[in-house]
């Protein structure tokens, strides 16, 4: 069965910092890759997908991915966070037609002003 | 996002009853997807639908049901054999099986 892990469960960071957010799955097929990011009290929504090219993705609001096919990896970056980035964020995997999304457990990032 | 509409927002079950969340769509979406949200384990699938009339079981499928008699509609029941029901149930819909997800504000359920 697909697993995802996030490698933090809560990040705190100051403003301005970088941030790296840690996503690794298992599943040696093709996937498509998600991150999501829940701000408090509003719905789940899309930042950023990969299905197929240019391994490095750009999303909304200055978030960029890249995708290593070779560490099953799908890390969330962010050069310069800003206080309105606190949020839930979670990475998605999907493994094609007729499979599942599995959504691992979510990092919480909290900017501190 | 816009076009996924959860009730209610909160919703308070007593021991031994059922209780039905409801989800519908108006983005022509032909699939749909229940999730159960608990603090640190991320969204976990309780049941999804590809098309109408058809659906199968999440992880997570013991204790609830669904029904998809309706493409824009997607109820979850959550039976009185659910016995942690408290949780943040998220409802889901996608043009595909692969596409992005759009997802419902939630409904907060919880036990009395």
Redesign the interface.
């Known amino acids: 069965a697909q697993s995802?892990s996030q490698h933090n469960?809560h990040v705190i960071l100051s403003e301005a910092a970088s941030l790296e957010l840690g996503c690794n799955y298992s599943y040696g097929g093709t996937v498509?890759l998600?991150w999501?990011v829940q701000y408090p009290g509003?719905?789940?929504?899309?930042l950023l997908?990969y299905?197929s090219g240019d391994p490095l993705v750009k999303g909304i609001k200055g978030f960029e991915a890249e995708f290593i096919k070779s560490k099953f990896s799908f890390n969330l970056r962010k050069p310069s966070v800003q206080w309105s980035d606190t949020a839930e964020y979670?990475c998605?995997v999907?493994a094609?037609?007729?499979?599942?999304?599995?959504?691992?457990?979510?990092t919480r990032l909290s900017v501190l002003p | 996002?816009g076009g996924i509409t959860q009730s209610p927002k909160y919703l308070f079950r007593k021991e031994g009853q059922n209780v039905t969340l409801s989800c519908e769509q108006n983005l022509n979406h032909d699939a749909m997807?229940w999730?159960r949200q608990d603090p640190?384990?991320?969204?976990?699938?309780i049941y999804?639908s590809?098309i109408v009339n058809d659906f199968q079981k999440?992880?997570i499928a013991e204790g609830y049901s669904v029904s998809r008699e309706k493409k824009e509609s997607f109820p979850l029941t959550v039976t009185s054999a659910q016995k942690n029901p408290t949780a943040f149930y998220?409802c889901?819909s996608s043009i595909?099986?692969?596409s992005?997800?759009y997802?419902?504000?939630?409904t907060r359920l919880s036990v009395l």
């Open positions: 995802v469960h498509n998600f999501y509003q719905h789940l929504q899309l997908k299905f979670f998605a999907n094609g037609y007729g499979q599942n999304f599995v959504f691992g457990p979510g | 996002d997807y999730y640190g384990q991320g969204l976990r699938l999804y590809q999440g992880d998220l889901a595909g099986g692969q992005r997800q997802f419902g504000a939630g």
